[in-house]
Every structure is written in C-alpha cells, then in structure tokens.
C-alpha cells in the first residue's frame, strides 16, 4: 500500500474503534434475552441471534410502502414504477401488480422475514440499497490488424458488467457502525458495514476493473494458512496448499461517505476505493412498523434519559404481541415463576418477558369458557396466528399480491361477503381494538411529559389511579396523576373513543374489560392495581352497553399514601375457567 492509502486505513481504524467502543451493547444483550435468543458470554465477533417467534408475511404491506417512496440523489426511486424491460410494463396490468413484479425480482419476498426478525430484536433495521450487479462475459468483434492493416475481424471475450436492477441487502444491526451524537444517516460524516468474504470473491470482482479491488497480494502476504479443522467446515478439503489461503473467511469493513466508498480487510489492508457513484450513504434504517411514537431511529440509540424512550420501551413491548403474534408478554421480577393454565396467566411486575405458548397453536379455543382478561388477550393472539396460518387469509398490497401469495380474496372479505364473521375473526378484531387501548394508555406519558409518569410506568409504589365512568352511554377514563391535577382533555376523548370501541366485541365474547384493566395496570409495574381501578354508571343503560360485563360492586374507601381513593372489592387472579 501507498502512503496515500495508508493514512486513509489509519482514518477508518480510528473511526472504527470509535464506533464500537460507544456501540450500546448492553441493549443488544438484553434484547437478545428479552426474544429468548441466546448470547454467549465470551462472544467478540459476529453473532445471529436465533428467534422463535413466526415471521409474519402480512407486513410486508407496513414495509414496502416504505422502501416505494425511498429516493436517491437523482429522484429515481428505490423500487422503480417503470418497467426497465418490455415484459415488465405488459405484465403491469396496474400499478400494485407491477410493484409486486418488482419486489419479487428484488427477492424482496425473502427479506420481509429478516427485516421483521431484525426489528423485533433490536427496534431498528439497517437496510443496504443498490444496483445489484454481476459479472457477465461477452463476445464483441475486434478487428484483426497488422502492421496497421486490417485483415478481418474476430469475436473476443471479455468480462463486463450488467445491472440487475435495485436490489436490498438487510443487514445485522451488530455489524452496523455509525459515529456517535447524529440522528440521521445523511448527517453522518460516514457509516461503517461489516461482513465477510474471502479473497476468492475478491478476485471475481476485481474482473470488473470499476469494482476498484486491489492490494489483494499484500492481503494474502498476511494470512497464514487454514488448518485442517477449517478445510472441513469450509468444506475445501480438495484444494491444494496454495489455494487454502484464497478460501479463508476474511473480515470486510465497508466504510462509507457521501463521496467515497472502502473496503478495509482484516483491519489492515485497504482492499477496494472507488467514488460513491450514489452521491449518498446507501444505507437506511427502518423501524419495524410506521409509528409516530415508536423508537427506531439511529438518534433514540444514544444513550440519554430521555422520557419518551421508556415510554416507547414499554408500549413497544405490548404491541409486539400483536406484531409478530408470538405469546402476550408480560413483566416479571427476577426469581419468579410464571402460573400458566386452563384459566390463563398469571403475571408479576418486573422485568419484561415473553411467555411460553401451548405446543399445539390449532387447538380448539372456547371464548365464552374462557373470559379472563389474560386469557382473553391470549386467545386473540392465537386465534390471529391461526387466521394467518390458514388459506383463507391472504394479504395484499396495492390492489395486488404479496409475492409467493395467490392472488384471492383475504379470509376476512370473504366472511364479510357471506354475512357471518366466525369467532376466531372477532377476536382478530378485537386484538386490534385492544392493542389501540394499550397503545393509548401508554401515550398518556407523551401527553403529561411528567418525571412522576415515568417513575410510575417503570414500577414504584407510587400509585396511578384510573376511573372509569360510564356517562351519557359514553366511557372515558380519567388519569389523576394526584387529586389537584387538571383532567386532560385530548385524553380523555382518545380513551372515549377507545372504549367506545372494544365495548361491543367485549359483549360478543364475554370480555371482563374492569378485569382487563387491572391486569393491564399490573402488566406495567403497578403492585395490587385494583386498588386504583373503580367503575360506576350514573344510568343502568350506560353499564348496560358493556353486556356481558358485571355491574361492579359498590365501591370502597381505602387509604393509601396519604390520599383517599375508591375502590372495587378485592379481586384475586382467577384460579378456573368462569
């Protein structure tokens, strides 16, 4: 290497070393546990983290809209409209077919699982856009010339270079670097992505002379050769000895600016420099689903004491039982056992946990035999997985097809088509009025922006107290931080509107919404929350919306923390079936 080259391997060592001594391990770790994926201890280099909760194909329809809209430097988009072949535009009989078209010559289809898997581990998902190119050998005429005469001509191969088109690479969030105080990725001065090849992919693209590979001497000059145990795991066992060192796993850091694009192998040997023909870092980071209150960005990464980020902590642990239709998650505290059984799950405050389902997520589920609020939010999960599982339910996008997906009418129309919803849709419906409830529960703290709410939302003994009041036929739910605190206005119509909502699928299937409540209360860190939950009607026809809800007993007066507060009557967790 150079002088030049040298100082430029010098700048991306430091940048590095920068970037991963302020890399937050600590949250990776934790969300590693959080999904039940293991992390071992002595880990130092790359680490794919093993999930078990199911890839759902219907987002699909929350990401590509996304990466549609996507522009580069010269306005074309990242997933192109316009055909780039004759066939393309025929088959576009409209434009959701001919997005679709495009996504499956992406492989898009097969991203969509690791782009899900990424978000629900780390919050974010870095995505790696470009022209995917190969290497391709041509025949072109060449004139035969001697002496400067032409005698003839004769076809000569060479290599050359074809675009494939747009194409998106997810990339593990381990092995995503960027420099520490920026939110965004155009406002970075550079971004580092690692990966691995081996000097023999870089001798096949360095065949394209625009590729910029070089120094692959001085890289192989630093390698000691492979043993025995890697000729078996790289499965090589029948090359010679002095072509082991052209197979052996390398580390590629691929640093990157608006302007300049390098590839640095083994930390030590700068192995390709070419200009950004993008004029633009071609990376993005995208959040698991478009949510205006949910932490995916590159900025809510650092490390600060920001309110709203326990706040989106916590909401987005809720709705990844809706996300990703694994098993309802729950807080426990270290040392505790989860109660799993016929009447549903018991939870204690604590740390965040996902809890074990049943082996068998097509048995038969019985909504009326089971109307505990934990059980209830369980059967809405499983009975969402079951819908997705079956081939009644096919998502769609765009008045087209998801690719790998039969181009039918979804499950739900069809029902909807025939006049009758099954039990299992109406839970499917009911998953989503409660995942809003949740959801708005836990946007209180936007709206207060208050140290107490945090400390309360992160499990103190302080207590929150919640009323709900049936007035007009109308719910709403009043939140007192303390009794001289002002009502809030936009929340008190956000919950109106909320309970407004779930009343009626509450009645289909014998929902407990007051037994709801207090679990969900508990759910946040708030120990014996029926002492903070009371209900009362000023008409019977208003309690009487609710249907298969009880009317409440009278309620009572206890002291707490100085303040008197009312109260329902003592309600243990249930301990069968009702």
Not at 44 to 71: K, N
Not at 468 to 482: F, G, P, Q, S
Request: proline fraction near 6%; charged fraction near 25%.
């Amino acid at each position: 290497m150079n002088n030049k080259e040298k100082d430029l391997l010098s700048k991306i060592q430091k940048n590095f070393e920068d970037c991963k001594n302020r890399l937050n391990i600590g949250r990776i770790e934790d969300n590693y546990k959080n999904y039940r994926a293991e992390l071992p201890s002595d880990v130092t280099g790359e680490v794919d983290a093993e999930l078990f909760s199911p890839e759902p194909f219907h987002m699909i329809e929350a990401q590509v809209p996304w990466l549609c809209l996507d522009y580069v430097e010269n306005n074309k988009p990242l997933v192109s409209l316009g055909g780039q072949e004759i066939t393309d535009v025929d088959n576009a009989e409209k434009v959701g077919v001919l997005i679709n078209h495009q996504l499956e010559r992406m492989d898009f289809g097969y991203k969509v699982p690791d782009i899900i898997r990424a978000g629900g581990i780390f919050d974010y998902v870095p995505i790696k856009w470009y022209w995917k190119v190969e290497n391709k050998e041509q025949w072109h005429k060449e004139d035969i010339k001697f002496f400067g005469l032409t005698f003839g001509t004769r076809m000569v191969k060479s290599w050359g270079v074809a675009f494939k088109g747009p194409w998106v690479e997810v990339v593990h969030p381990i092995n995503f670097f960027y420099p520490y105080g920026y939110k965004t990725i155009e406002e970075m001065p550079f971004v580092i992505h690692r990966f691995y090849s081996c000097i023999d992919e870089l001798k096949a693209m360095a065949k394209d002379k625009e590729a910029g590979i070089k120094n692959l001497d001085d890289l192989r000059d630093g390698l000691a050769p492979i043993n025995a145990e890697q000729k078996k795991m790289d499965n090589v066992d029948e090359i010679k000895d002095d072509e082991n060192l052209d197979y052996k796993r390398i580390e590629i850091l691929e640093w990157q600016t608006d302007g300049k694009i390098v590839w640095v192998a083994n930390q030590n040997t700068v192995v390709k420099e070419i200009d950004n023909v993008y004029s633009k870092k071609t990376f993005e980071v995208y959040s698991p689903i478009p949510d205006p209150f949910n932490f995916g960005g590159l900025g809510e990464l650092t490390p600060h004491d920001s309110i709203f980020k326990e706040i989106n902590r916590i909401k987005n642990l809720f709705l990844d039982a809706a996300r990703f239709e694994i098993n309802p998650p729950g807080f426990l505290k270290d040392g505790s056992s989860i109660d799993f059984g016929e009447d549903g799950v018991k939870i204690k405050p604590g740390r965040f946990y996902v809890i074990e389902g049943v082996d068998n997520i097509n048995e038969d589920i019985s909504w009326m035999q089971r109307p505990t609020p934990n059980a209830a939010f369980y059967q809405i999960v499983q009975g969402l997985r079951q819908e997705l599982l079956s081939d009644t339910f096919t998502p769609y996008l765009s008045g087209g097809v998801s690719p790998g997906m039969s181009k039918t009418t979804t499950g739900i129309a069809r029902m909807q088509q025939a006049g009758s919803m099954p039990l299992q849709l109406k839970g499917h419906y009911l998953k989503r009025v409660v995942k809003n409830l949740i959801q708005n529960m836990l946007l209180m703290n936007a709206i207060f922006q208050s140290q107490d709410i945090y400390a309360r939302i992160s499990g103190t003994q302080e207590p929150l107290f919640i009323e709900l009041d049936a007035v007009r036929n109308e719910y709403d739910i009043t939140i007192n931080i303390d009794p001289a605190q002002a009502e809030k206005t936009a929340l008190r119509q956000s919950y109106m509107q909320t309970l407004q909502t779930i009343a009626p699928f509450a009645q289909a299937i014998g929902f407990d919404l007051r037994g709801f409540l207090i679990d969900l209360i508990e759910l946040l860190g708030i120990q014996h929350p029926e002492k903070y939950i009371s209900m009362q009607a000023t008409t019977q026809d208003a309690m009487g919306m609710l249907g298969g809800i009880a009317t409440p007993p009278t309620p009572k007066t206890f002291s707490g923390g100085g303040e008197q507060v009312r109260r329902g009557s003592e309600r243990p967790f249930p301990t069968e079936a009702t």
